[in-house]
T-cell receptor
């Protein structure tokens, strides 16, 4: 158990809909990272928050947004969903602000867009 | 942007054999990391490498940070059934991790 909690584990929705994925980092970790893992593209970095503020941005679509709350949990919002958004979405956390720190991954949320 | 080429894509080996996989890139990375992902779980860090030429072991696992900073390899000695999974390399550049596509390891017991 990494100590990172992601909910829900599975999500099935339709095209055009909006969903919210939730992540609770390990106790004491200030950084949260979001990744997308799809069959044809591997793990892709989406975005990082550190202590409530956006720290780094990767290949995140404009339809996607994230935030980190004062209690350090984070949410990833995906809107106007398309079939190609079906993937595993992982959250990771680390104590510091730099990506090379050990990142602890949650078990992921599997999103299926039908 | 930075891309990592990880090989082989998959391996099917006999229990007890040694395994070798590697990652290469045309770009320089500051840090190389090796992760393992079991089915239904998130990746778990195996080894982190921070300096060019660094050779680090973690039990039966050994990894090296290439001297050009453009490659890294991971060796697993005397493989056992629980080594099954997907192994990912990741390079850190500009405070972002770039992941390879993964090596699927299947062990024949």
């Amino acid at each position: 158990d990494s100590g990172v909690t992601q909910t829900p584990k599975h999500l099935i929705t339709a095209t055009g809909q909006r969903v919210t994925l939730r992540c609770s980092p390990r106790s004491g970790d200030l950084s949260v990272y979001w990744y997308q893992q799809s069959l044809d593209q591997g793990l892709q970095f989406l975005i990082q928050y550190y202590n409530g503020e956006e720290r780094a941005k990767g290949n995140i679509l404009e339809r996607f947004s994230a935030q980190q709350f004062p209690d350090l949990h984070s949410e990833l919002n995906l809107s106007s969903l398309e079939l190609g958004d079906s993937a595993l979405y992982f959250c990771a956390s680390s104590p510091g602000r730099v990506a090379k720190n050990i990142q602890y991954f949650g078990a992921g949320t599997r999103l299926s867009v039908l | 942007g930075q891309q990592l080429n990880q090989s082989p894509q998959s391996m099917f080996i006999q229990e007890g054999e040694d395994v070798s996989m590697n990652c290469t890139s045309s770009s320089i990375f500051n840090t190389w990391l090796w992760y393992k992902q079991d089915p239904g779980e998130g990746p778990v860090l195996l080894i982190a490498l921070y300096k060019a030429g660094e050779l680090t072991s973690n039990g039966r696992l050994t990894a090296q940070f290439g001297t050009t900073r453009k490659d890294s390899f991971l060796n697993i000695s005397a493989s056992i059934p629980s080594d099954v999974g997907i192994y990912f390399c990741a390079g850190e550049y500009g405070n972002k991790l770039v992941f390879g596509a993964g090596t699927i390891l299947r062990v024949k017991s």
